[in-house]
Antibody, heavy 118, light 108 residues
Framework: EEQLVESGGGLIQPGGSLRLSCAASGFSVSEIYMTWVRQAPGKGLEWVSVIYRGGETVYADSVMGRFTFSRDNSKNTVYLQMNSLRAEDTAVYYC????????????WGQGTRVTVSS | EIVLTQSPATLSLSPGERATLSCRASQSVSSNYLAWYQQKPGQAPRLLIYDASKGAAGIPARFSGSGSGTDFTLTIRRLEPDDFAVYYCQQYSTSTLTFGGGTTVEIK
């Protein structure tokens, strides 16, 4: 059975850093597109970043230059390194599994909450 | 960036009624790469429809999608109590995927 488990969220001060992890099982993260999506409290879904099979990454303008999406194939895990965090980054962060060639979000993790506050 | 506009923002219906949700794109969605997701409070979204009209695995037949180009529709044929939730459309035709603002289907 396919599963995604996020971890690493928490309370962090503005300007700080966090690294989110998303451990996958039942499929290989190196063979499909993986995506991070976030949801601020009471708001809708916002795409954050995608990593393609070849390792290329694309970012939303709101996080470009501050967030880095990476992958460890040996651990079947993807990561989101978040630096220079701002209050507006406060959200539940979801990782989601795409397909071989699209960012259709076939399966989602349960999410991890990030709160940026002093 | 393709902007997706969902309407209405809120739909108040009774169980057994038909729900029709709209998603309009600011430009044509190539290959009809348009999906619909359902989200309940405290839960992650769940894929319902992909490629505009194909049902995802395990999704009841009362959920159907239609449309092409810039206008798409999600129809829930006969609402069941479990269907009251928020629904989002998403396009995955470009490298910068986007979501609509969501439609809340609430019990009347």
């Amino acid at each position: 059975e396919e599963q995604l488990v996020e971890s690493g969220g928490g309370l962090i001060q503005p300007g700080g850093s966090l690294r989110l992890s998303c451990a996958a099982s039942g499929f290989s993260v190196s063979e499909i597109y993986m995506t991070w999506v976030r949801q601020a409290p009471g708001k809708g879904l916002e795409w954050v970043s995608v990593i393609y099979r070849g390792g290329e990454t694309v970012y939303a303008d709101s996080v470009m230059g501050r967030f880095t999406f990476s992958r460890d194939n040996s651990k079947n895990t993807v990561y989101l390194q978040m630096n220079s965090l701002r209050a507006e980054d406060t959200a539940v962060y979801y990782c989601a599994r795409g397909t071989v060639g699209t960012t259709l979000l076939v399966r989602w993790g349960q999410g991890t909450r990030v709160t940026v506050s002093s | 960036e393709i902007v997706l506009t969902q309407s209405p923002a809120t739909l108040s219906l009774s169980p057994g009624e038909r729900a029709t949700l709209s998603c309009r794109a600011s430009q044509s969605v190539s290959s009809n790469y348009l999906a619909w997701y359902q989200q309940k409070p405290g839960q992650a979204p769940r894929l319902l429809i992909y490629d505009a009209s194909k049902g995802a695995a395990g999704i009841p037949a009362r959920f159907s999608g239609s449309g092409s180009g810039t206008d798409f529709t999600l129809t829930i044929r006969r609402l069941e109590p479990d269907d009251f939730a928020v629904y989002y459309c998403q396009q995955y035709s470009t490298s910068t995927l986007t979501f609509g603002g969501g439609t809340t289907v609430e019990i009347k």
